[in-house]
């Protein structure tokens, strides 16, 4: 089963462990998630989240379905208004979504939301719209030569640079999933959100494209928050696991030091009549 | 569970007729009595039309053979009519996308934007092209120029509003997207929603082209240039055989429009199931 052979990164430096409340692994903090709380209608589908996450560090957030893994990610691209709780990004608040959070955020989203009707080069030039030359990046044929080059290097960067001019409707589930990583990276973020972006790729290419995610992280540095529901490929190139569990975190430590029965038990059945 | 226990209540089988639906049969079968009475009231018969159709035989022989002496006339009014719908359709396409964009729920800088507009387009919709045309021969004197604004308005009218409907249609997820990196509202609309939305409003105006050369044959009859000013006037001189002859011209008109147009529609639904893209 472990055909991941990834040294984990981290595992030496893993000092200060507390769990489950938040973790820190020394620098200062990037993301900040302070006991957020999201309710929809009368179902509540995060209570009490509380996350900081520092510059450099990758958090593989797992759960089951409907855990509430997207609505957590959202929260933090400042999609989804939080009911109480703060999302702030480098000290500036953003839990609506203020242009400032938008500019350093670059999401990767569970149904990757490419326009269908464009290339894959103009989808990725869709990358630095609300940055400094939005208006250009409506479409690659007006965009800036710098930025028509820069989009190809992300492209390449998930391999799909081959298929630049492709319809996004041409390409299969997978290539799209690039090219919208590819979209994300064009944003040079301080803050790499990914929902469940490996579900359509297949074994080597996810790999591939978490390690990416990872060293680009690390590079920047920024900060990485992805679900994934594959627990060995966590474990293998997360530096740090959170999970979640009826919007709750019940699972918080560095991944060199979580067990696979750990995150297992985040799939039981959640206990159906929880008082609300 | 698909067996009945034994002891439990029997089965009831629901009744063929509901007192519902035996209402609803009423009220159609009296809906039925009062459009036919009131035919009746208004002097429709099926006697008076049987009556009537010997008139309308020999009215038709006398129409034969097409009479097309008058061939430079035909044809300088149909291309004159063919020009007052392209200009016309052209104009109020040009307008009409603007409004669109106000009057869309979704593109609208406010809803109250988008309220207002869209009752403006509905009220420019319930005014039909023919009154138009009149409202404009009196406002800016007989001739091509009043035809031509009354095909803008009958276009604005109706493309107006499919295209907002088409603008709201288009799929909303990269819309989301685009938001979500703070692309402006303008940003989104160039971004994400015309390029899905594209094969949806060239229909649209090629529909508006269609309606438009159907419409500008009709507003000669007032006065608004074109072929319909001289089938008028063939009427009323009961010069029925050249009626014809202009009645034939301006069907090839309205069919060769309809043709192509339906050619141009196919190619761009050809275009996108074979998903060639915008780029
Ligand atoms: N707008 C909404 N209104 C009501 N309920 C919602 C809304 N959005 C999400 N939910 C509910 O919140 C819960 C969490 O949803 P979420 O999409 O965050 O789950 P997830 O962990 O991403 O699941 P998956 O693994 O299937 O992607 C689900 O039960 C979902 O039905
Ligand atoms: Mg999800």
């Known amino acids: 089963m472990n055909r991941l052979t990834v040294p984990a990164p981290f595992a030496g430096q893993a000092s200060t462990l507390s769990r489950p409340p938040a973790l820190n692994t020394g620098g200062p903090s990037l993301l900040n998630v302070q006991d957020v709380s999201v309710i929809r209608g009368r179902q509540s589908i995060l209570s009490g989240v509380t996350l900081e996450v520092p510059q450099g560090q990758s958090v593989g957030i797992l759960g089951a379905n409907g855990a509430g893994k997207t609505t957590l990610l959202r929260c933090c691209a400042g999609l989804e208004s939080v009911s109480s709780g703060t999302v702030r990004l480098g000290g500036h608040t953003g839990s609506n979504g203020d242009t400032l959070t938008r500019t350093r955020v670059g999401m990767v989203f569970q149904q990757h939301q490419l326009v269908r009707a464009y290339s894959a080069l103009t989808n990725v030039i869709h990358g630095r719209l609300g940055l400094a030359e939005g208006w250009r990046c409506c479409w690659h044929v007006t965009a800036p030569a710098h930025l028509r080059a820069k989009a190809m290097a992300c492209l390449e960067q998930v391999g799909m640079a081959g298929k630049a001019m492709r319809p996004v409707a041409d390409l299969s589930g997978g290539e799209a999933q690039r090219v919208a990583i590819a979209r994300a990276l064009m944003r040079d973020p301080e803050l790499l959100l990914a929902d469940e972006p490996t579900a359509s790729l297949d074994p080597t290419a996810r790999l591939d494209v978490i390690r990416l995610l990872t060293s680009l992280t690390r590079q920047s540095p920024a900060c990485l928050l992805v679900s994934i529901h594959d627990e060995h490929l966590a474990l293998a190139t997360m530096d740090r696991i959170v999970g979640l569990k009826g919007g709750r975190v019940v699972l918080d430590a560095l991944a060199a030091e979580v067990t696979l029965e750990e995150i297992q038990s985040l799939y039981a059945a959640v206990p159906q009549d929880e008082p609300c | ?279």
């Open chain 2, 1 to 279: 569970m698909l067996t009945q226990a034994p002891g439990e209540s029997p089965l009831v089988v629901p009744p063929r007729f509901s007192s519902e639906f035996v209402s609803r049969l009423l009220l159609a079968a009296a809906i039925v009595i009062v459009l036919v009475s009131d035919a009746a009231s208004m002097g429709v018969s099926p006697q008076r039309l049987l009556e009537s159709l010997p008139k309308l035989l020999r009215f038709l022989a006398g129409m034969f053979p097409p009479d097309f002496s008058h061939w430079p006339m035909i044809l300088r009014a149909t291309w004159t009519t063919l020009r007052i719908a392209l200009l016309g359709a052209a104009v109020g396409l040009a307008v009409s996308s603007g409004l669109a964009v106000l009057a869309s729920r979704s593109q609208s800088p406010s809803a109250w934007v988008c309220r207002a507009v869209r009752s403006l387009l509905s009220a420019i919709r319930t005014i039909p092209e023919l009154i138009w045309a009149i409202l404009f021969v009196i406002a800016v004197g007989l001739g091509p120029l009043a035809g031509i604004l009354a095909i803008t308005f009958d276009t604005l009218g109706f493309a107006g509003r499919f295209f907002a409907d088409a603008l709201d249609d288009a799929p909303q997820a990269p819309q989301e997207a685009l938001r979500s990196f703070g692309a402006s509202r303008l940003q989104v609309l160039f971004g994400a929603v015309l390029p899905e939305a594209l094969p949806a409003l060239i229909g649209i105006a090629l529909h508006s082209l269609e309606r438009a050369i159907r419409a500008s044959v009709i507003l000669g009859v007032v006065g608004a240039g074109g072929i319909g000013i001289e089938l008028m006037v063939a009427i009323k001189l009961f010069e029925y055989q050249r009626s014809l002859a202009i009645i034939i011209s301006i069907l090839v008109v309205v069919m060769d429009v309809e043709t192509v147009s339906s050619l141009l529609r196919r190619h761009v639904q050809r275009t996108v199931a074979g998903r060639h893209a915008v780029s």
